[in-house]
């Protein structure tokens, strides 16, 4: 995403002006067609893949990666991570390459360990792979699973009984 500039506004609003994509964002593609086919999924993942890449390199924790996070160019060809206000830098101390930060990011596309206040580039990667769900499925990583919407329970019961979210049924076993 092309950074042409930002600025400190009169009431200490921090402004950043960014390049313009028109697509709207994957959540909302899923929402119009209920969800995307494996070709379109399989293209916008290796482009997330290669910004969250990226973003590791420079030792960068997206921390909230989810359909609504992710642009689309008019042309639907094209996708761009945002929304970095919950990203973190890794400290360079930590032997599990992890931070320690508030809850912050979207319970329902958050890794276990986020829940426990731990966040790093395997939280990310967890969060990648429920995109994947959410762009197959066209709902939450949890589906039917999510209680009453509730993501804590959810996010609980991926800690304690090592649940995960899953990949529709009819999608190809090279998908899953």
């Not at 929304?83 to 912050?104: A, F, P, V």
């Not at 276990?112 to 994947?132: M, N």
Request: hydrophobic share 35%.
């Amino acid at each position: 995403m092309t950074y042409y500039g930002g600025e400190i506004t009169e009431n200490n609003t921090f402004c950043v002006y960014l390049e313009y994509l028109s697509g709207g964002n994957i959540a909302d593609l899923c929402r119009r067609y209920g969800y995307l086919g494996e070709t379109i999924c399989r293209q916008y993942t290796l482009q997330v893949l290669k910004a969250l890449v990226y973003l590791h390199s420079k030792d960068v924790i997206h921390g909230d990666l989810k359909g609504a996070n992710v642009l689309l160019s008019k042309d639907g060809e094209t996708v761009k991570l945002c929304d970095l206000g919950n990203s973190r830098l890794l400290e360079q101390e930590s032997s599990w390459q992890s931070i320690k930060t508030m809850i912050n990011g979207t319970l329902a596309w958050m890794a276990p360990e986020s829940y426990e206040s731990k966040t790093g580039k395997k939280s990310d990667v967890w969060s990648l792979g429920c995109l994947v769900v959410e762009m197959l499925t066209g709902d939450n990583p949890w589906g039917k699973r999510l209680e009453d919407g509730n993501a804590v329970m959810a996010l609980q019961r991926a800690l304690r009984d090592k649940e995960r979210p899953e990949p529709p049924k009819f999608v190809s076993e090279a998908c899953r």
